[in-house]
């Protein structure tokens, strides 16, 4: 019953902006690493930004810092990615991730199913 439910994405023009949520449950979002991944056709599946458990550390890729923000919201198991100054290269199918490591293993790695965002004049 683990579930990552992304929504947000769409069609929008080159400086544009969306909102990516990312619905979470089945499990304790509040100890989990949130990331977003992104993958465009004929590339490999790239990290575009993660937040800490408390939500208190961000990293974000190269080519998005500035341009993207990664929130999380504890008490709504939701988490956020703004997304400003869009360019063509954003294309892709964006993925919501839940992972939670610990010492030694894995406790999980949970991934949504994706939606896409388009950036096109």
């Known amino acids: 019953q683990v579930q990552l439910v992304e929504s947000g994405g769409g069609l929008v023009q080159p400086g544009g902006s969306l909102r990516l949520s990312c619905a979470a449950s089945?499990?304790?979002?509040?100890?989990?690493?949130m990331r977003w991944y992104r993958q465009a056709p004929g590339k490999e599946r790239e990290l575009v930004a993660a937040i800490t458990s408390a939500g208190d550390s961000t990293n974000y890729a190269d080519s998005v810092k500035g341009r993207f923000t990664i929130s999380r919201d504890n008490t709504k198991n939701t988490q956020y990615l703004q997304m400003n100054s869009l360019k063509p290269e954003d294309t892709a199918v964006y993925y919501c991730?839940?992972?939670?490591?610990?010492?030694?293993?894995?406790?999980?790695?949970?991934w949504g199913q994706g939606t896409q965002v388009t950036v096109s004049s």
């Open positions: 991730n839940a992972y939670r490591p610990s010492i030694g293993i894995i406790l999980y790695d949970y």
């Open positions: 089945g499990f304790t979002f509040s100890r989990a690493t």
